[in-house]
């Protein structure tokens, strides 16, 4: 295959999931208390809000570069 092809269906692939998920939720560890032996973490789960534009101007970018490569053909 074709470096833009392989390109265009990985863009595909990249608009469906962030369409699917909206957003990525990850953990993060803070040390809360550290006397000596004793330590106190907390865990936070963050939230990076995917914005649907996002996976439309991948679907979108996926599909033209498909397009165009097949014309090249």
Known sequence: MK??????ILLIAIGIVAFGYQGITYTSRENVVD??????????????????????IALVGGIVLLVVGKKQD
């Open 35 to 56: 006397l000596g032996p004793l330590q106190m973490t907390a865990e936070t789960e963050k939230t990076l809000p995917l914005p649907p534009i996002v996976g439309a």
């Open 3 to 8: 470096t833009t092809t392989i390109l265009a």
